[in-house]
């Protein structure tokens, strides 16, 4: 009848819970009868049992998916019969309350543990800890009663001790750590103080340093904390100890570990903790140093009790950081210097220990000494042990920095410590590469069969899977071998692709860096020759596409992986530009440019001393492939698979560069080239337009004219823009060649031939060239801003080569409505920068091939009424194309960039002379220098920058160059490069004008005193004397004492020559630029005033 009246209350209690309809009736409902219903598990009736089970699984369902329902948690601590599941509804309710709550509760909490199994003491422990950085203890705990501490702990000894234990596990919990899965294979035995894996024992997961597996296990709970709940609990545990609630000397060694935490508030308080109670610790307490040991040192077997200790309850020694915090408080401790074995260990951790550094050593001399110095006698036997380690010590250290041999004469040790890393945990693998890394040194001058066997030791391990092993090696590959060592180079490649960052962006830094000046002087040349790496990647590409080392992308099969191969290509430019003499650069395409005449010369000799081979023939045995055509097919072949623009442009410059040689080879290619014309980027499409008109215009006319009727139709397809845009600029490129190679037999006195016409006439020529222009004119008012610009530049790459065969003026597309569209385009505001710089670049290439464009000076005047505020970038493009307008048919624009340097350049004689410099000069210095707008002045300082450094040989220019004034920033350098650049009058006329100016403040329009501020404050550092070097006065004083007036110029252009002289718009090729001032200009002092001159470097260095 009992059991009945149990199981119909059950329902009763079930029936009430189905028709709870709010959480708070819910709420009410749990609170009142949820401990009963745990009581009832006890019952013996089966039935009851089941039916409990039954309405609980029902009530956590409910629970579960409402987080704010409060359960009845005080109640259930005190619950002490069937704990296994009321455990379960503490750990679902405890967080669920607010933080006041459980604090309140915090005491219950740690009294409902007392006599529990350790799995739910844990589970309490782990929800405690949280809650202990919420708790207020009171302010003066000597003065209070025991009743005013929230935790009465003085008769709980066993759960003070458990609470601790928990307390330390938690202080030496790293953030983020996560108990990884056992390793596949048994970790090899690491030194004593390493914390490797067999110290877990096969088969159980490493725990973090200084823990066991099984504490490891606890700390993480169900639900792992995240850092920052973590930092919350190890700040509340150290707030806990602050508040004495247990005795001091049972937390000193929490109070050390934490203090070498990682997040510096858990760190910084417990050390302040430590040093308020320094004076009150008995450092002597054998219950204190045991328990610094047993942390330092873990749980290290001894023969006597070896298997006395199960593996997951063993201890890890602590990490290296938390050493370094115990070791200096042992050496406050006489007793630490006489525990044996304890002391001896620690020593020889220290010195010998796998992850022991400076610091680590530096403080275990320390104690060695302190153990010499307060052992007993009795102790006097570990003075031998002490005395062999010390020894082994200075010995290590001699053997490393005086003989370098041992190690250089012995390859096998190289080989055996990478063998090492390859096998060892993650931890002893650091300290064996950084012992590499330090060895390294003593194999920079292997020779002969060292030198191979150390190549193929680096190459082995370079494909290794450990991270580490492969960057060491990457390392030994930089730092052994010469920097013309093509081998070591290619494995430098494979590095560059590597797919970790620390690799391949090391690997990436040692290619690139440009070669010192001084090592070829010194007999070291700075990279292999270009036939010599070719041909190595040559063969290593054949040989990988046999193995499982190729890389397959989509339908294409390469030798290596896309990032490698890129940085092959690139690099291989770099040899080749080196081998012709230029600077090897790869960052920007703008400079690589610049090389590109030294790379045509060099690859007609490559050609001249070996020719091509057909294409069938290359794959012959023994057959002799020039380097060139080598390097070309691994461009075509990443290009084809990949692309890049980097590539585009590689295999842009090598066919430019000999196109006669080189173009006819890519004939059969055109329909791949037009794919790349086709592409969805932007400037790769432009560089394939351009390999495009460099292929076709090597073929006959009527292929030619052929090519031209196409894009011309294909530029009228407007389903694809991206197909518009490659035409349009292919158009513009074939155009311009064409224009240019007819100049060129024009001005031989000849005409082109009927193969190399397009036509019959040229007076058909003439008109399919005009239509031409005009499909791509038709774009210049188009929408969209990709095939405005593509337009833009098209008609500026074929006016800076000839004419533009459209009318001068009147109806529909003429030169002047060229002109008004471009101007219109500069101010706007809905322009882009790329657009209007594209338009002023085009403005100016107009005069350039056109010696009697009719809107010459419509185009200039222009462009100097366009400023406006805050384009300063903008004007240097301006100042450029005022500077090529200008001097018109004789500006360096109209050579051709690939085959032709800008020194080299010079017009035809029987070119129309189109030169409007005087009144271009006359224009700025009359209206745009002494103009009350501060922008129009600047902008006026910069074109006259450019004029100066494009034109400096012009005589209009040395002429009027000694009447501006302007802005001081951009004039200094403009003056400086006058007195260089003009002959030895110019020079001295120049010197006293600006002399005169700087001693009576006479400038054009504007009132200069002698106290005018040149440079702020000690920019320029002080004179000799003390005085400052600011002023006008103070600077023409010392140029004064020094019998030098010319030096003033050099002075202002050492401060101002980083700020807009080194642009890329002022100075192309800026890394090769020579605007600084050399100490070779003051070498007339030397001999005079070399006293003088030395203490004012000293002065303006500093």
Not at 348 to 374: E, M, P, R, W
Request: aromatic share 6%; with cysteine.
């Amino acid at each position: 009848m009992a059991a009945q009246d149990e199981l119909n209350q059950l329902e009763r209690v079930f029936l009430r819970l189905g028709h709870a309809e709010t959480d708070d009736q819910l709420q009410d409902i749990i609170s009142k009868f949820l401990p009963p219903v745990l009581l009832k598990l006890s019952s013996v009736q089966e039935g009851v049992r089941k039916k409990v089970m039954e309405l609980l699984v029902h009530l956590n369902k409910r629970i579960k998916s409402r987080p704010l329902i409060q359960l009845p948690v005080e109640t259930l601590l005190v619950t002490n019969d069937n704990l296994n599941f009321t455990i379960i509804y503490i750990k679902m309710g405890y967080p669920r309350l607010e933080v006041g709550n459980q604090c309140e509760l915090a005491p219950t909490l740690l009294t409902a543990m007392e006599g529990k199994p350790e799995p739910q003491q844990d589970s309490l422990m782990h929800l405690l800890i949280p809650s202990l950085y919420h708790m207020k203890y009171p302010k003066d705990s000597s003065n209070s009663s025991k009743m005013a501490s929230p935790f009465i702990l003085m008769e709980k000894p066993k759960t003070v001790q458990l609470l601790l234990e928990f307390m330390l596990d938690v202080l030496l919990m790293p953030y983020g750590f996560v108990l990884n899965e056992p390793p596949t294979r048994p970790a090899p035995s690491s030194p004593q103080g390493s914390s490797g894996a067999a110290a877990a024992g096969p088969g159980l997961p490493q725990p973090p340093p200084g823990m066991s597996v099984y504490a490891a296990k606890r700390v993480i709970g169900e639900a792992q904390w995240s850092p920052e709940q973590l930092e919350q609990c190890k700040l509340g545990i150290v707030k806990f100890i602050e508040a004495e609630q247990v005795p001091e000397v049972e937390t000193v060694i929490h109070l050390v570990v934490a203090s070498s935490d990682t997040r510096h508030g858990v760190a910084t308080a417990a050390d302040l903790e430590l040093k308020s109670k320094q004076s009150i610790i008995d450092w002597n307490n054998p219950l204190i140093v045991n328990r610094m040991y047993k942390v330092y040192l873990g749980d290290i077997p001894l023969k006597t009790k070896g298997a006395s200790l199960k593996r997951e309850l063993k201890h890890e020694p602590v990490s290296t950081r938390v050493k370094m915090k115990i070791l200096p408080h042992l050496l406050r401790s006489r007793l630490a210097a006489e525990c044996f074995p304890a002391n001896i260990q620690v020593v020889y951790d220290g010195l010998f220990g796998a992850n022991t550094n400076n610091k680590l050593l530096s403080l275990t001399l320390q104690f060695v000494h302190h153990i010499c110095q307060v052992c007993p006698d009795t102790n006097k036997p570990l003075g031998l042990m002490l005395l062999n380690g010390l020894t082994k010590l200075i010995n290590e250290y001699k053997e490393v920095n005086r003989m370098p041999q041992l190690f250089t004469k012995d390859i096998a040790l190289v080989q055996q410590f990478f063998e090492a890393m390859c096998k060892e945990e993650p931890d002893v693998r650091l300290a064996i590469q950084e012992a590499l890394s330090m060895m390294v040194g003593a194999y920079a001058n292997l020779q002969g069969a060292l030198l191979n066997l150390m190549e193929a030791l680096v190459a082995a391990y370079m494909g290794k899977p450990e991270v580490q092993v492969r960057q060491v090696a990457m390392k030994y590959a930089s730092t052994v071998f010469a920097p013309d060592h093509v081998p070591s180079r290619y494995l430098l490649l494979l590095a560059a692709g590597d797919p970790r960052e620390e690799v391949c962006s090391e690997a990436q830094r040692v290619l690139r860096a440009l070669p010192a000046k001084n090592s070829e002087k010194e007999g070291r040349k700075p990279m292999p020759s270009f036939p010599d790496m070719v041909a190595y990647i040559q063969e290593k590409a054949a040989q990988r596409m046999k193995t499982p080392a190729k890389y397959i992308v989509g339908t294409y099969t390469l030798p290596f992986n896309p990032s490698a191969f890129g940085e092959i290509v690139l690099y291989l430019r770099m040899c080749l530009a080196h081998s012709a003499g230029a600077t090897p650069v790869s960052k920007s395409l703008a400079d690589m440019q610049d090389d590109a005449p030294a790379i045509g010369r060099y690859t007609h000799a490559l050609l001249s001393n070996e020719p091509l081979t057909s294409p069938s023939s290359t794959g012959t045995k023994g057959a002799e492939v020039n380097p060139v055509q080598v390097y070309m097919e691994l461009l075509q072949q990443l290009l084809s698979a990949v692309g890049g623009v980097p590539v585009m442009y590689c295999l842009l410059e090598v066919v430019s560069v000999c196109p006669h040689n080189l173009a006819p080879m890519f004939i059969h290619k055109i329909d791949w080239i037009k794919s790349l014309m086709n592409t969805n980027k932007e400037d790769l499409r432009e560089l394939a337009a351009q390999l495009y008109a460099v292929v076709v215009s090597t073929m006959s006319g009527n292929e030619l004219k052929t090519a031209v009727q196409t894009l011309i139709k294909i530029t009228k397809d407007t389903h694809s823009p991206e197909t518009q845009h490659g035409a349009i600029m292919a158009l513009g490129y074939m155009v311009a060649r064409y224009m240019s190679k007819r100049k060129s037999f024009a001005n031989g006195d000849s005409a082109l031939n009927r193969e190399q016409r397009m036509n019959d006439t040229p007076k058909e020529d003439e008109e399919l060239v005009a239509i031409a222009t005009k499909a791509i004119g038709s774009f210049l008012d188009s929408g969209s801003p990709l095939l405005a610009v593509a337009a833009c530049t098209a008609l500026g790459e074929i006016g800076r080569n000839g004419p533009l065969l459209i009318p001068s003026e009147g109806e529909g597309f003429t030169k002047l409505a060229v002109v008004e569209k471009m101007l219109a385009r500069i101010p706007s505001g809905k322009e882009t920068l790329k657009m209007k710089e594209r338009a002023i670049q085009t403005l100016g290439y107009l005069p350039v091939g056109d010696g009697d464009f009719a809107h010459q000076k419509k185009l200039l005047q222009g462009l100097m009424d366009s400023v406006e505020a805050k384009q300063v970038e903008l004007q240097f493009t301006v100042g450029e194309a005022i500077t090529s307008a200008a001097i018109g048919t004789s500006s360096g624009a109209a050579r051709d960039p690939w085959t032709c340097t800008e020194e080299q350049y010079s017009p035809p004689d029987n070119v129309e002379n189109n030169d409007v410099v005087p009144w271009v000069l006359n224009s700025i210095l009359a209206k745009y220098i002494p103009s009350q707008n501060p922008h129009v002045r600047q902008a006026a300082c910069i074109w006259l920058l450019s004029l100066v450094k494009k034109l400096h040989q012009h005589k209009e220019i040395r002429v009027r160059t000694l009447g501006v004034g302007g802005s001081r920033s951009c004039t200094s350098t403009k003056i400086r490069l006058s007195q260089d650049m003009g002959g030895e009058g110019d020079q001295q006329e120049l010197v006293s004008t600006l002399v005169e100016t700087l001693m009576t403040g006479k400038r054009v329009k504007h009132a200069v005193s002698e106290d005018t501020e040149v440079f702020q404050g000690e920019a320029l550092g002080k004179a000799p004397d003390g005085h400052g070097l600011s002023t006008y006065k103070e600077l023409c004083s010392l140029a004064s004492d020094l019998n030098q007036p010319d030096l003033v110029y050099k002075f202002m252009n050492l401060a101002n020559h980083h700020a807009m002289w080194n642009s890329r718009k002022v100075q192309p090729g800026s890394e090769r630029g020579d605007c600084s001032l050399s100490l070779l200009s003051f070498s007339p002092l030397f001999l005079s005033f070399s006293l003088s001159l030395f203490v004012f470097f000293l002065s303006f260095s500093s």
